[in-house]
């Protein structure tokens, strides 16, 4: 025999050998474990073990998966998770803007839908949860249209859930949303260099009115098991309060701004107790996973806890928060797309509104006016275009929808008088009779009226100088079903880590965003069109249904893992005693 057949020979001995040693193991482990029970249990409770062991089973499931991209996120999506894993589970949504406004008009009580990026995210999910809606009652009619309970079932002549409107006095408004909420946290959050500016009357303010919401949450609750979908900076106590109501619930609190990093958090003179109020969530969720950092490490830096990286999670005063980056999207597809018209209509009649010739480019930018948005960067940015290339004046306009926002603020009276006085100098020196290269309409608009600027537009320009996500890219996108369009995206708004066909800008940069405004304007419909496809696949699949659904799955496994705990019983947890949960590595489960 050669000795390649001597080898081969050993080889299969070795071989033959190892799986008959596998095999005796396997066997003499499963006799062990057929006659002898993993948990001593007392009598009757052996079914109970059985069932907790099942329930382990699927919940420490980890990774992916293998059909979780061919999921299509949908309302009929969340109701199945709800049915499924979430079953009788009232959700309740907390946010300090209502979904609907009513007002006192001229004609008698009017209907506003306001055009907010929270707002469009959040009330599809509520429809879709058929949940409730608890919100600041801010309109002039609010108090007419609702019952003895203050409740008001919307949408109207569609109704699916209920609104619960909460009351404040002018006092309540002005120091919680005007001073701590607004000139206090969202300058801290934001780098926009705007100082924040902190008063204790103000933070007395924002103390007391998120207790009163507090209230209002365990009223509305049917039963002590609610899941609660916090909202943003407006309410960092709300989810401790929660809980010491209800501890019971699942709060998931989502931060729609920025976190910053622990150096300037530190300015906040609350800054611990903000902390301590947010560590009340079960859950807490940002745009990015460099914002959820930011908190991690402010959390490490002000409060004795622990962080477990690796898992996602913060243990502090015997809790434990999950702490994931859930990127917001928009509705797929958008309902109010079936009203309008095709984009060439869309675009003459948008030509005809405001006097443009049919030549000339029309460039669009959708936001509040505030001093986060870049608007004035905006400004100069078509100014170097002018500049640099004299050849597009005539042939480019720049429709500004720039509604008021905190007009009593002093920060944003100066932004709006600013971008006025710019606005007037750049038409003034490249304007003339028939033709005005900005126009800036500082009035809301419904969100109807938006989407049709969108598909009327060459040029959608997103410059926020700091973002959490912006939805106004994505709204650009969803609008486009002819795939033309261009995004000029700053590279410090949200999106922009998933919008990467976009044409990423930094808005500080005035030379750099005029020539990435030139090469959009000169893009060819064919490369719109290779870059506007991927951009509407990712937000199609990554839809708000996915970002609500991605919430309550990981609501659904803590709520899991506490009956588990309950079932267990005597203290007796599994092996993972540091009360962190390792399938929160961000592992998903399917609905199929």
């Known amino acids: 025999m050669s000795d390649y057949g001597i080898e081969a020979l050993l080889l299969l001995i070795l071989a033959s050998l190892g799986l008959s040693a596998v095999a005796v193991v396997f066997s003499a482990f499963q006799r062990r474990h057929s006659h002898t029970p993993a948990v001593a249990y007392a009598s009757g409770e052996d079914v109970a073990s059985e069932a907790a062991r099942k329930v382990l089973r699927e919940f420490e499931k980890n990774g992916h998966a293998a059909d979780a991209a061919l999921i299509t996120w949908s309302p009929d999506t969340l109701r199945k998770i709800l049915a ?35 707002v469009s995210a959040l009330e ?11 919100a600041y009652g801010g309109g002039t009619a609010d108090r007419l249209m609702v019952d003895k309970n203050d409740r008001v079932e919307v949408p109207p002549g569609n109704p699916s859930y209920a609104l619960r409107r909460v009351w404040l006095t002018e006092q309540e ?15 801290l959050c934001h780098i926009a260099f705007t100082r924040p500016i902190f008063r204790a009357s103000d933070w007395e303010a924002y103390e007391s009115v998120n207790r009163k919401f507090a209230d209002t949450v365990v009223a509305e609750a049917r039963n002590a098991r609610p899941i609660v979908l916090v909202q943003d900076y407006h ?14 619930a699942i709060v998931i609190t989502f931060w729609h701004i920025p976190w910053p990093n622990p150096e300037v958090y530190s300015i906040c003179p609350w800054r611990e107790r903000v902390l301590e109020g947010l560590l009340g969530s079960s859950i807490i969720g940002f745009h990015t996973q460099f914002h959820a950092n930011n908190f991690a490490e402010s959390v490490d830096r002000f409060l004795e806890s622990r962080i477990e990286r ?20 928009i509705e797929w597809p958008a309902e109010l797309l079936a009203k309008l018209p095709e984009v060439e209509e869309c675009r003459t009649r948008l030509r005809e509104r405001f006097g443009l010739k049919a030549d000339v480019k029309l460039c669009v930018g959708v936001e509040r006016l505030d001093y986060t948005k870049g608007i004035l960067d905006r400004f100069r940015a078509l100014e170097e275009l002018f500049t640099r290339h004299p050849e597009w004046v005539g042939k480019l306009v720049l429709l500004q929808i ?23 100098d750049i038409n003034q020196r490249y304007g003339s009779e028939d033709y005005s290269p900005v126009l800036m309409i500082d009035k809301h608009h419904a969100q109807e009226q938006v989407y049709e600027i969108y598909r009327a537009a060459d040029i959608c320009m997103v410059t926020s100088l700091h973002d959490g996500m912006n939805l106004v890219a994505k709204e650009f996108v969803a609008a486009r079903d002819d795939e033309q369009g261009v995004l000029l995206l700053s590279t410090f708004a949200g999106a922009s880590r998933e919008l990467l066909e ?23 419909p064919e490369e719109q069109r290779e870059r506007m496809r991927p951009m509407r696949e990712m937000v199609r699949d990554n839809n708000v249904y996915r970002w609500a659904g991605s919430m309550l799955l990981d609501a659904a496994r803590l709520r899991k893992r506490g009956d588990l705990d309950r079932v267990m019983g005597n203290g007796e947890r599994p092996s993972n005693n540091n009360n962190v949960i390792p399938i929160f590595e961000r592992a998903r489960k399917a609905v199929s």
């Open 84 to 118: 499924d894993d979430l079953p009788e589970t009232q959700v309740i949504v907390v946010s300090n803007r209502e979904p609907y406004i009513h007002n006192i008009g001229d004609d008698g009580v009017e209907l506003l839908v306001p055009a907010s990026g929270l």
């Open 124 to 134: 599809p999910i509520t429809r879709a949860c058929a949940g409730t809606w608890i």
């Open 173 to 187: 408004y002005k120091g919680y949303y005007l001073g701590f909420a607004n000139e206090g946290l969202w300058p």
């Open 235 to 248: 309410f960092a106590l709300l989810p401790r309060m929660i809980r010491e109501r209800l501890p019971e």
């Open 310 to 329: 690796a898992d996602a999670a913060i243990s502090y005063g015997g809790q434990t928060t999950l702490v994931h980056a859930y990127p917001i999207s």
């Open 402 to 424: 720039a509604a008021p926002s905190r007009g009593t603020l002093p920060a944003y009276r100066q932004l709006h008088d600013e971008c006025r006085r710019y606005v007037e």
């Open 502 to 524: 976009a044409l990423i800008v930094n808005p500080y940069d005035t030379a750099m965003t005029s020539e990435v405004l030139l090469q959009a304007l000169t893009m060819t």
